[in-house]
């Protein structure tokens, strides 16, 4: 949305902004340059970040599966701890009288990398943010763990709920 703003300037001024050259070819275009250059240095305008990329971007949700192959849920906490941080979930052990699917597979686990982390049991993975923000590097080297761990986007060879990796960005590596 646009909003037009009358200005009055007295013959001096004017004479002033005539005399302006490289803001702009007609005054009211020399006018606008001059009043965001100022609104700039004043500290009024917010300066473009790094995290302005991301207003279209919700915080990084993704799950991920594997086919008739179970990961050893203590196997990968173990090698995966020695770059990220690995924390056990403890969950219930099974009695007898239970009747439930997966009741021998409950091991999981949570692997943080820097903002992005990641959930893991025997057959599924969920990687996540708290909150958005770009990715690291470290970030980047869980995502590609999992993916490789993790390699099917449907929890069953049928093409049904299907999992689609959400957008995120990368932060600017040469900054880390």
């Known amino acids: 949305m646009t909003k037009r703003v009358m200005v009055t300037l007295d013959d001096e001024?004017?004479?002033?902004?005539?005399?302006?050259?490289?803001?702009?070819?007609?005054d009211a275009e020399k006018v606008r340059?001059?009043?965001?250059?100022?609104?700039?240095?004043?500290?009024?305008?917010?300066?473009?970040?790094?995290?302005?990329?991301?207003?279209?971007?919700?915080?990084?949700?993704?799950a991920r599966f594997t086919w008739g192959r179970d990961i050893s849920v203590t196997g990968e906490a173990s090698r995966l701890s020695e770059e990220f941080d690995v924390r056990p979930i403890n969950t219930p052990e099974p009695?007898?009288?239970?009747?439930?699917?997966?009741?021998?597979?409950?091991?999981?686990?949570?692997?943080?990398?820097?903002?992005?982390?990641?959930?893991?049991?025997?057959?599924?993975?969920?990687?996540?943010?708290?909150?958005?923000?770009?990715?690291?590097a470290r970030d980047l080297k869980l995502r590609e763990e999992i993916l490789f761990l993790y390699p099917r986007t449907t929890p069953?060879?049928?093409p049904i709920m299907r999992s689609f990796e959400p957008k995120f960005v990368v932060e600017n590596l040469d900054e880390v």
């Open 33 to 62: 340059n001059i009043l965001i250059a100022y609104f700039s240095e004043k500290g009024y305008v917010k300066e473009a970040s790094r995290y302005d990329r991301m207003k279209d971007i919700e915080p990084y949700r993704y």
């Open 13 to 26: 001024q004017y004479e002033i902004l005539k005399g302006i050259k490289g803001v702009g070819t007609k």
């Open 95 to 136: 009695s007898e009288s239970e009747v439930a699917v997966h009741k021998t597979d409950r091991k999981e686990a949570i692997i943080k990398a820097d903002t992005v982390g990641a959930i893991i049991s025997t057959f599924r993975a969920i990687l996540y943010q708290k909150e958005k923000a770009p990715f690291t």
């Open 156 to 158: 069953s060879p049928l």
